[in-house]
């Protein structure tokens, strides 16, 4: 029988077509889920800073730069100390934090003054840089240690030699005066810092004199 040449390519054909189709099969894959995404570097912390790094002078403490002082962690003074009798208007705050007493002294119109007492080891860069730190306080420049030394009046009381300096400079307020008086004892310095408006410690002046004059060892 004579078989139709189209039929007969068709049939030869249909491996080659099968044969294709598989070659072009898609496979279908089954991707596991992602897991979380790794969590970001933490951003670098800024550098620690030095453990040795200046502790700020405490309040009525006679702080300034150039000193010792300046770069040591601050220590008070220990032992029985210093003993003194307060005028009757001035406020007796006690001691507290690094002061050994505090007294708040009101003027008129609202105008208030303060009286710090510190002690520290050692002469704390000795006399003309206790001068000097004072004056940076209140805003004037530093002068020669003969000419800082000069400015200190000398005071003897119950035994103690006391420095007393007076100076005027500027403050939050304006005019600010500063009367001081440092004595030292047993190895440390005593510090007795009034500061205020000009005209009230002006005012308190005589008065801070006779308070000064009746600084005494404790138990004395």
Same mark, same amino acid.
């Given at each position: 029988?004579?078989?139709?040449?189209?039929?007969?390519? @068709?049939?030869?054909?249909?491996?080659?077509?099968?044969?294709? @189709?598989?070659?072009?099969?898609?496979?279908?894959? /089954?991707?596991?889920?992602?897991?979380?995404?790794?969590?970001?570097?933490?951003?670098?912390?800024?550098?620690?800073?030095?453990?040795?790094?200046?502790?700020?002078?405490?309040?009525?403490?006679?702080?300034?730069?150039?000193?010792?002082?300046?770069?040591?962690?601050?220590?008070?003074?220990?032992?029985?100390?210093?003993?003194?009798?307060?005028?009757?208007?001035? *406020? +007796?705050?006690?001691?507290?934090?690094? /002061?050994?007493?505090?007294?708040?002294?009101?003027?008129?119109?609202?105008?208030?003054?303060?009286?710090?007492?510190?002690?520290?080891?050692? +002469?704390?860069?000795?006399?003309?840089?206790? !001068?000097?730190?004072?004056?940076? *306080?209140?805003?004037?420049?530093?002068?020669?240690? +003969?000419?800082?030394?000069?400015?200190?009046?000398?005071?003897?009381?119950?035994?103690?030699?006391?420095?007393? !300096?007076?100076?005027?400079?500027?403050?939050?307020?304006?005019?600010? /005066? !500063?009367?001081?008086?440092? !004595?030292?004892?047993?190895?440390?310095?005593? %510090?007795?810092?009034?500061?205020?408006?000009?005209?009230?410690?002006?005012?308190?002046?005589?008065?801070?004199?006779? %308070?000064?004059?009746?600084?005494?060892?404790?138990?004395?």
């Amino acid at each position: 029988m004579m078989r139709h040449p189209f039929a007969v390519a @068709c049939v030869l054909s249909l491996p080659l077509f099968f044969s294709a @189709c598989r070659e072009k099969e898609v496979t279908a894959y /089954r991707i596991p889920k992602e897991k979380d995404a790794a969590p970001a570097m933490p951003a670098a912390s800024a550098p620690a800073a030095p453990a040795s790094a200046p502790a700020a002078a405490p309040a009525g403490a006679p702080a300034g730069g150039g000193n010792a002082m300046a770069s040591t962690p601050v220590a008070t003074a220990s032992g029985s100390g210093l003993g003194w009798t307060g005028p009757k208007h001035w *406020q +007796d705050k006690g001691a507290g934090g690094m /002061r050994k007493g505090t007294f708040a002294i009101a003027g008129d119109g609202g105008a208030a003054a303060e009286l710090a007492i510190t002690a520290f080891p050692g +002469d704390v860069g000795g006399e003309a840089a206790n !001068v000097n730190r004072w004056r940076g *306080q209140i805003q004037l420049a530093p002068v020669a240690p +003969d000419e800082a030394v000069r400015s200190i009046e000398r005071l003897e009381a119950n035994g103690l030699k006391l420095g007393v !300096v007076e100076m005027l400079g500027t403050g939050p307020g304006g005019a600010t /005066r !500063v009367l001081g008086a440092f !004595v030292p004892y047993e190895g440390a310095t005593w %510090f007795f810092k009034l500061t205020g408006p000009d005209a009230l410690v002006t005012k308190e002046k005589a008065v801070f004199l006779e %308070f000064v004059k009746s600084i005494k060892p404790a138990g004395k």
